[in-house]
């Protein structure tokens, strides 16, 4: 074997008794609290990692199947000082796809592409998925993200993914949380094509099932609809069934239950039903209180 090959098996580390992995460089920083990975450990300790682990250790982490905690990847320690992404992207995935190394990926028990929850810095569930794609340009134990975040850590939950299609959406605009200004959303609701762009927007996106809103970008404005509603299409047989949607009072997956959480794709036939009632009735009232209309 060469040095080469060497210098690069050792570069992560995987712990023999709590089988996260880490860079060989973090030794030291696994050791607080636990036993290194060359140490035998005592009867009275744990011999997996607890959650707080992967949510609040100091630095790279990956227990697979579970979480990922990566340090950010600058654009401009990339070749050519460009992000490394197909010029074709566009819609959801060009603002949720997160670049890592196919090693990364491996280690974590991830096929490219695979969706998974962005968390906060004190690790706790946010209302975002992340769509992760393999480049050789990202470090191992790092990540590109799509968008700008301070946190020197990035923690990713890996959800199950299920097999089940969304094959349709009910949503409801939320006027309050959106940047189109209120004077716009009537001629938002007659477009007729509207319903077709949201859904060349959503082609191969996912959404977690305890999501309880939608956040797309029309004419770099954006926009949040809130999800009442979903039905899943069972490929294997064709059918499509109805399911109430389940969601906390904030429409975040629970930090207690996010190994229940399932990730489902967007079909590219998905119908969206938006239901434009807030808006027909404030567009009523502007025209009622309108000093024109009185005359």
Known sequence: MSSSSKKKRHLIQKCRFCDCFFLTKDIDEHRIGRQTPNARPTEAEQIRCDTSDFELCRFALIRPHFGLALRQHNKSQTNGNECPLPVTLCGWVRHN???VHPETLNIAGLRPRSAVLFLSPNGKSTDKLLSLWPSAEVPPMRI?????????LVRLAILPASSVLISKMFLQPNLSASELPLELWPNLAQLSHF???????FCDAFVCEHFNELEFFYYGQRIIFRITDMEFANE??????GEKKKTDEKGQVADGGRQNA?????SPLCAFD?????VRENARREEDDDPENLC
């Open 274 to 278: 938006i239901h434009w009632n807030e």
């Open 195 to 201: 319903p077709l762009f949201i859904r060349s927007f």
């Open 236 to 241: 294997s047989e064709g059918k499509t069934k």
């Open 97 to 99: 796809l997160a670049l």
């Open 144 to 152: 590109l993200l799509p968008f700008h975040d301070d946190s020197l």
């Open 262 to 266: 399932k990730t489902h794709r967007i």
